[in-house]
């Protein structure tokens, strides 16, 4: 099931929400810093322990911590590309953030997982095109795995709530 909420995601109770981190973990503005203000230290030791182990995450990669003082159990941080005119890869790789994500919120047995709008802040993603990927590309999993039982997108602005309800509304 697939379900478009505004709200801030910190408040969400979902087994896994997403963070749309940046490679070096070590949070930032927009919905990271939320996530880590709301979350409290414990998150951001665990990403200071994984940059120790494996530098950072990459760019369309996704790695897992606690979710300290959130009402959810994890955070995964993926990291989404910066717009760059869709001349870097960037739609692939905003695809592979989605699709790393829930791969991981399966292998933690997670059954719901919460996704802000990755990359239509900061990194400037056309919103549009940033929804229709994050759909299809939730859509595909969803149709080959077993696992996940609710897919939450939480928008926060009312421009994405908008293409996404719309986009939802289109769905057979
Ligand atoms: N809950 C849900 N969505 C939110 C929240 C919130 N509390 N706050 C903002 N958004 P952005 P990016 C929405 O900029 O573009 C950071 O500094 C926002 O309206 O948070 O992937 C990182 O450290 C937008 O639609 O992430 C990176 O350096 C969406 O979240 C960089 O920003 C994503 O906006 C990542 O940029």
Redesign the pocket.
């Known amino acids: 099931m697939i379900e478009i909420i505004q709200?801030?995601?910190?408040k969400i109770k979902a087994d896994a929400i997403v963070n749309?981190?940046?490679t070096?973990l070590l949070?930032?503005?927009?919905?990271?810093?939320?996530?880590h203000r709301a979350g409290g230290k414990a998150i951001l030791e665990e990403c200071m322990n994984i940059r120790a182990a494996q530098g950072g995450c990459e760019v369309g990669e996704a790695v897992v911590t606690t979710a300290g003082n959130l009402p959810a159990k994890y955070v995964i941080h993926t990291?989404?590309p910066?717009w760059n005119n869709g001349k870097s890869n960037e739609e692939q790789l905003l695809a592979s953030c989605y699709r790393n994500c829930l791969m991981l919120a399966i292998v933690h047995k997670a059954k719901t997982i919460a996704f802000?709008?990755?990359?239509?802040?900061?990194?400037?993603?056309p919103?549009k095109k940033a929804a229709k990927i994050a759909m299809d590309t939730v859509l595909e999993v969803l149709g080959t795995t077993n696992g996940i039982q609710r897919v939450i997108f939480?928008?926060?602005?009312d421009e994405?709530y908008d293409i996404y309800d719309e986009l939802l509304d289109q769905l057979p």
């Open positions: 709200d801030d995601i910190t749309a981190a940046n070096s949070g930032g503005g927009g919905v990271d810093g939320a996530i990291v989404g910066v802000p709008n990755i990359s239509t802040g900061i990194y400037r993603f919103k939480v928008c926060f602005d994405n």
